[in-house]
């Protein structure tokens, strides 16, 4: 990437997941679109901004020759991998990001703390200091996403410090932030906590999380928070904001248009002609709700009997953690469920309920998003949901209607458009899919339009134009000064 004098020119991101996952097969490597929300909203990013990515490529290397042939491979992606150790990577990833703080983050309680992934998350945050600490020049714009790296801004700020490079340090969240109580749970949090406030410029996806951060800043630490949108803690300024992250709907509006998806969406029509489609796409997570969106289907098969054949949940459920202990359990009792669901309601013309536990490539998705009359989301806790605004981007004909978990970030944005509910309410569920299939075409067209028009406003590259442009400004005013 050449410098320039304008520092959006020189931007660097830094995720642990980057946006391709490396595997090793037979003969060499393969590499795999990651799925999840942090890697589609920077993606999106993509053809409106310029920026070198750094992360962990999801693969321990040890011989310096494959370590440069997925280099080499990353580089067309301007992907920089962060090489760690296995144990290492493991104990910082499964063992304290997915098992300790992303549970807590989306407020499950019962979640144990153990020193030995917490010294791994640590060890990984200094790894990555260092590199970006040596890849940064002065005037570089830093912008690290996710809980996996909470420490790192307040790392990198002082390795930066040593090497006398100024830099812009910015950390986006892209999980729920949890009301202070709630965070009281891990012993470790100041530490969290002082990792970002380092930064320049923190960006939360919903104004609830952003102001339940700068509470846990003002009991927690003591900091000042009421000066507008700024902390002050110890001798830092730091902005915090909502930021609206989106998706890019115009892929799925050419994706649509692809003569193969369109030969794909009449297949399907033509499969579930007469029958109503439900879809839900989630990666297999308890923060999806996925078992309460069974159970709640179920009792809506039960309220419904007049609807016998008439109505089909298809569910992806994308694999997703598999080391960890928790979704493993998780994944069995998805399967008994469904199992037991299609046992009670099958009938020889068929079965309600169609469970894929696997990741569907990019057309397919897009084709069942387009014929899905319904698309239900159950999340118990969710930082925003971007497949809420994917279905959104596929209906431009059908108008379907978005079932929507009050308890995704999106809903706070997307209520009026959808139909909310509170997952943990089967009958209320229930209830909801009945209501949503039932909907007037007047109504679908007015709720369609509505959310058609916020995720249009809201792409990703007005949420990375947004965020950079604050950040940036930060950049020239220098850190430390009052602004609002
Ligand atoms: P989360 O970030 O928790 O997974 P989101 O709903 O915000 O939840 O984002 C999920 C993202 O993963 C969506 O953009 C969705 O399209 C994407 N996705 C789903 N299935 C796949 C897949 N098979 N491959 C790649 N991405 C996928
Ligand atoms: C969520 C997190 C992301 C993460 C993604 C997929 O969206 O906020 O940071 O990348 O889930 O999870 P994974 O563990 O596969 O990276």
């Known amino acids: 990437m050449e410098p320039t004098n304008d520092p959006k020119s020189n931007l660097i991101i830094v995720s642990n997941r980057l946006p391709l996952s490396i595997k090793r097969v037979e003969g060499g490597f393969e590499s795999s679109l990651s799925s999840g929300g942090l890697v589609t909203s920077l993606s999106g990013l993509t053809k409106s901004t310029r920026f070198q990515w750094f992360g962990w490529p999801g693969i321990e290397l040890k011989d310096p020759a494959d370590r440069e042939e997925v280099t080499k491979s990353l580089e067309e992606h301007n992907a920089i991998p962060i090489f760690l150790d296995k144990t290492l990577s493991q104990e910082h990833y499964n063992g304290f990001s997915n098992r300790i703080l992303w549970p807590i983050l989306h407020y499950q309680s019962g979640v144990s703390f153990d020193d030995t992934p917490w010294q791994a998350y640590r060890r990984v945050n200094e790894l990555f200091a260092d590199a970006i600490a040596d890849a940064a020049k ?166 419904h009997p007049e609807l016998e054949n008439k109505v089909i949940l298809i569910q992806v459920a994308v694999p997703s953690r598999e080391d960890v202990k928790e979704y493993q359990e998780l994944e069995r009792e998805l399967c008994t469920l469904a199992g037991k669901i299609n046992g009670k309601h099958a009938t020889p013309e068929g079965t309600p309920l169609l469970y894929m536990h696997r990741s569907v490539p990019f057309n397919e998705l897009a084709a069942l998003y387009s014929v899905a009359d319904v698309c239900l989301l159950t999340s118990t806790r969710d930082g925003m949901n971007l497949v809420s605004f994917e279905y959104v981007a596929c209906q431009q004909e059908r108008h379907g209607v978005l079932v929507l978990s009050e308890f995704a970030g999106a809903a706070s944005f997307m209520s009026e458009g959808s139909i909310p509910f509170h997952p943990a309410n089967i009958t209320e569920m229930s209830e909801a899919i009945f209501a949503a299939i039932n909907l007037s075409p007047e109504e679908r067209k007015k709720k369609y339009e509505r959310l058609r028009d916020f995720i249009n406003t809201n792409t990703s590259a007005k949420w990375g134009q947004t965020f950079t442009d604050k950040l940036s400004y930060r950049c020239i005013i220098g850190p430390g000064l009052l602004v609002s």
């Open 138 to 303: 002065s005037g570089t714009l830093i912008w690290v996403h996710d809980y996996h790296l909470m420490l790192l801004p307040e790392l990198l700020r002082n390795r930066l410090q040593e090497q006398g490079k100024s830099c812009a340090i910015g950390f986006s969240l892209h999980t729920p932030f949890p009301a202070g109580d709630f965070w009281r749970n891990l012993p470790v949090r100041k530490h969290l906590i002082e990792g970002l406030l380092s930064c320049d410029l923190i960006g939360f996806h919903t104004d609830e999380y952003k102001q339940n951060f700068i509470d846990t800043c003002a009991s927690l630490l003591g900091a000042r928070t009421e000066i507008g949108n700024q902390i002050q803690y110890k001798n830092r300024l730091v902005c915090i904001d909502k930021f609206i992250v989106g998706i890019d709907p115009q892929k799925f509006t050419e994706t649509l248009a692809k003569p193969e998806v369109q030969e794909r969406i009449r297949k399907l029509k033509d499969r579930y002609k007469g029958v109503k489609v439900i879809v839900g796409v989630d990666r297999l997570d308890h923060i999806k709700g996925l078992t309460q969106k069974l159970k709640g289907f179920d009792a809506f098969l039960d309220d």
